[in-house]
Structure formats: C-alpha cells, structure tokens
C-alpha cells in the first residue's frame, strides 16, 4: 500500500487541481456572472456575495495550479476540502430551501426553471473532491510534485550544515 500511495497523491492531486482550474477559468471569463451565481444562494448580502464573486475564480484558479504543480499539496489539499465542504452546504441549503438554481460551480449560475434544478449530482462530486483533499490533507507526498523538490533542498542543506 506504501507505493501506492504516491501514485494516489498524483491522481488526487490532478483531479481536484484540474477541477479547481477549470472552474475558475470558466468563472474568471464572465466575473458578473460568477457574482450572480453566488448571489442566487441567498445566504449573504449582496455586496458580500458579489466581492466572493471576483474572488473565488482567482482562488481556485491559484488552488489548482498549485495542486497540479504539487506545491503546498498539504495546505491546498486542506484548502481544497474546505472549500468543496462550503460547496456542499451551500448546495445542501439551497436544495433544503427550495431553491432553484444552477449552482454555478463551471460558470454561468443563477435561478434556473424550477424542477430542473439537479442537487444530488453537484453534492457527489463536490463530495467526493473533498475527499481527494483530505487525502491530500492527510498523504501530501505524491509523484512529480514540486514539493518533493523542496523537501529534497531542505534535508540536503540540512545535511551540509551537520557536516561542518
């Protein structure tokens, strides 16, 4: 199971990275849309809902290229869950509300026809993605990450520094 470990890391690391670049590419495009996406939850004011509008696409963006580059693969694992476990209650309290709306999550977002609205799917996924991060939160050490690197530099220094 030890050497399988990092070729999990690697998917994990892949999957939620590429999902979080995504998302926030296809949000960045049209930030007045990414705004009303979150507007449509109805869980904040208006003026905070639109400055996480302009913000979240930057975060998953950065998020993403850090995961798929593997640095911070620690931090961004954990990162990365709590921002899908925000997704699900979001998700979770618009469906319990009865709202109808597209979630938002790969852009466009906003009141959609009620009774097309599809919840489950949106809280599997997202589900699952924390999982990936949590993984990631937990077994940072993955294949062909720059964190790898540092943590080489660093225990080589290290031994130069006993050495003298």
Known sequence: M????????????????????????????????SQMAV????MLPVGIANFIGIVLPF???GMGLLLILGAATRS??????????VFVIGISQAWARG???????????GQVEPGTASYLPELLRDGGL?????YLFLFPQS??????????????????????
């Not at 961004?76 to 476990?85: D, P, Q, S, T, Y």
Request: hydrophobic share 50%.
């Open 2 to 33: 030890t050497a399988i470990k990092p070729w999990l890391g690697l998917i994990s690391r892949l999957v939620l990275g590429g999902v979080l670049l995504a998302a926030g590419l296809l949000k960045f495009q049209h930030l007045d849309k």
């Open 39 to 42: 507007r449509a939850y109805e």
């Open 59 to 61: 975060l998953e963006i």
């Open 76 to 85: 961004m694992g954990f990162a990365g869950a709590a921002l899908m476990v």
């Open 99 to 109: 709202l109808s709306i597209d979630c938002g999550c790969f852009g466009g977002g």
């Open 130 to 134: 924390a999982a990936l991060g949590i």
């Open 143 to 164: 294949k062909f990450a720059l964190d790898k690197f540092a943590t080489t530099k660093k225990l080589d220094q290290k031994e130069n520094q006993d050495e003298q």
